[in-house]
T-cell receptor, first 116, second 111 residues
Framework: NAGVTQTPKFQVLKTGQSMTLQCAQD?????MYWYRQDPGMGLRLIYY???????DKGEVPNGYNVSRLNKREFSLRLESAAPSQTSVYFC???????????????FGPGTRLTVL | GNSVTQMEGPVTLSEEAFLTINCTYT??????LFWYVQYPGEGLQLLLK?????DKGSNKGFEATYRKETTSFHLEKGSVQVSDSAVYFC??????????FGPGTRLSVLP
């Protein structure tokens, strides 16, 4: 099992450019999440998806859109990048069935995005 | 609302020293509590968890006890190693709601 994978690992954009961050999980989880990590602020939830076909806003959704393409994949899109979106982005999925991984979030390796 | 407070550090210790990272929380009901660890250049991974009051989570020599009366979940390790250098996040998840993470505590262990 690969767990949660993210692409790309690094990206540099100019202000106003667009891009899509890709995320996939192979653990058959229903719930998936996008976070951003900024120094001193921990992880802040951007969007989440409780199941295929549903998405909901988190704490900091402005400037982002998401697509839950199928049960495995959950992408994050920046339509017009701004310097304030410079951050490290993490995708995660959550274990829901009983067992040792119940309620645990599994994280991808992250995407380091710089917007100039 | 739900929130997590933890010391931000950085915390610098010598190898074999005792570690405590404090974590307190505010939440409705009885949330599950977690400690996650992030090694340089990697994503977060679960270190330990506790789901109800007085539960003790433990893993890799680390432990934390769910204290409802003090709304705390302090992380401890008796003897740290250089390989424990990382950022540690305290987090909670109230039933049916999303995770809430603390700001993270950076730990550096010197040989």
């Amino acid at each position: 099992n690969a767990g949660v994978t993210q692409t790309p690992k690094f990206q540099v954009l100019k202000t106003g450019q667009s891009m899509t961050l890709q995320c996939a999980q192979d653990m058959n989880h229903n719930s998936m999440y996008w976070y951003r990590q900024d120094p001193g602020m921990g992880l802040r939830l951007i969007y989440y998806s409780a199941s295929e076909g549903t998405t909901d806003k988190g704490e900091v959704p402005n400037g982002y859109n998401v697509s839950r393409l199928n049960k495995r994949e959950f992408s994050l899109r920046l339509e017009s990048a701004a310097p304030s979106q410079t951050s490290v982005y993490f995708c995660a999925s959550r274990g829901e069935t009983s067992g040792s991984s119940y309620n645990e979030q599994f994280f991808g390796p992250g995407t380091r995005l710089t917007v100039l | 609302g739900n929130s997590v407070t933890q010391m931000e550090g950085p915390v610098t210790l010598s190898e074999e020293a005792f570690l405590t990272i404090n974590c307190t929380y505010t939440a409705t009901g009885y949330p599950s509590l977690f400690w996650y660890v992030q090694y340089p250049g990697e994503g977060l991974q679960l270190l330990l968890k506790a789901t109800k009051a007085d539960d003790k989570g433990s893993n890799k020599g680390f432990e934390a006890t769910y204290r409802k009366e003090t709304t705390s979940f302090h992380l401890e390790k008796g003897s740290v190693q250089v390989s424990d250098s990382a950022v540690y996040f305290c987090a909670l998840r109230p039933y049916g709601q999303n995770f809430v993470f603390g700001p993270g505590t950076r730990l550096s262990v010197l040989p």
